[in-house]
């Protein structure tokens, strides 16, 4: 985890980030059965942190080492978990593997926590169909089955639209 150069250094010669790798490092060092984490990169420079994250990985798949990470950074949860719970209001509000916490958010509270894309109004017209004042037609395979002709919350995400010439929609990219 980048201690080298750290071995021959007192505890106030080093700054927080390179503590914080220490003590992960420390905890690692023992093998243990179950690591409990509360923000393990918390400190650690974002240039450095990516390759912590892909280091702390490895060494947790390699040595098998049963880990609970409590973390408020989703992309770091999202990267580290085989299985990600989200509590909120104390309350476990969704339990899964990350790729469906992230595509598939079981609540309007899970989708607001991750502040990943919008929710639309749309109303069903089929049963892989939905319609939108702005959008048109939305065609898919969607999670939820609900009545044609209720309105329902549709969550976009940006890697949910797909390009295509023939379309007579029109987008302006603003970031």
């Known amino acids: ?24 490092t420390r905890s690692l060092v023992s093998n243990p059965d179950l690591l409990l984490l ?4 918390s400190n650690i420079d974002e240039n450095f942190k990516e390759e912590i994250q ?14 609970i990470v409590v ?19 104390g309350k476990l509000k969704q339990f899964d593997e990350p790729y469906n916490v992230y595509h598939s958010p079981n609540s309007v509270s899970i989708v607001n926590f991750l502040n990943r894309g919008v929710l639309i109004p749309a109303k069903v017209t089929g049963q892989y169909t939905l319609e939108n ?11 939820n089955n609900h009545k ?12 949910d639209l797909e390009h295509d010439d023939k379309s007579n929609l029109q987008l302006d990219i603003v970031d």
Not at 1 to 24: D, F, T
Not at 38 to 41: G, Y
Not at 149 to 156: A, C, D, R, W
């Open 54 to 67: 892909v280091k702390l990985k490895q060494i947790l798949k390699q040595y098998k080492i049963t880990t």
């Open 133 to 143: 004042n702005d959008l048109g037609l939305i065609r898919g395979n969607f999670t």
């Open 1 to 24: 985890l980048n201690i080298g150069n750290l071995l021959n250094k007192y505890p106030h010669q080093i700054s927080s980030g390179e503590a914080q790798r220490v003590s992960l």
């Open 148 to 159: 044609i002709g209720s309105v329902v919350k549709l969550l976009i995400q940006p890697e």
């Open 71 to 89: 973390t408020h950074d989703s992309n770091e949860a999202f990267y580290l978990g085989d299985k990600c719970g989200i509590i909120l209001d």
């Open 38 to 41: 509360d923000e393990p990169l």
